[in-house]
Nanobody, 124 residues
Framework: VQLQASGGGLVQDGGSLRLSCAAS????????VAWFRQAPGKEREFAAS????????YYTDAVKGRFTVSRNNAKNTLYLQMNSLKPEDTAVYYC??????????????????WGQGTQVTVSS
């Protein structure tokens, strides 16, 4: 599976962005998909994920209520709608696909395939 993330950019504090992640080479519907992010000087961290059917979504506390993860299996695409952005959301955002169990949902090791990352910068 090849994943291509897009939609990053520069936005002001309080603004919104929508990230997309298009998959090719396989059907994304058979995988749990997720967004991770890596801020400058920090380790990559889990942001959000969504199960194959879309019925279960998971978020890190820092983005809960502001970010919404969604998927369109017909288009083989994953999305992350980011609202009320803060400077601390500045990071490279990566999409990922895999079949994690609950204990690995928020870990890099739960995912087999990774996109190249898209930069999100929030100015204060």
């Amino acid at each position: 599976v090849q994943l291509q993330a897009s939609g990053g950019g520069l936005v002001q504090d309080g603004g919104s962005l929508r990230l997309s992640c298009a998959a090719s080479g396989a059907t994304l519907s058979s995988y749990t998909v997720a967004w991770f992010r890596q801020a400058p000087g920090k380790e990559r961290e889990f942001a959000a994920s969504i199960r194959q059917s879309g019925s279960q979504r998971y978020y890190t506390d820092a983005v809960k209520g502001r970010f919404t993860v969604s998927r369109n299996n017909a288009k083989n695409t994953l999305y992350l709608q980011m609202n009320s952005l803060k400077p601390e959301d500045t990071a490279v955002y990566y999409c990922a696909a895999g079949r994690p169990i609950l204990s690995t949902m928020r870990l890099d090791s739960g995912y087999y395939y990774w996109g190249q990352g898209t930069q999100v910068t929030v100015s204060s």
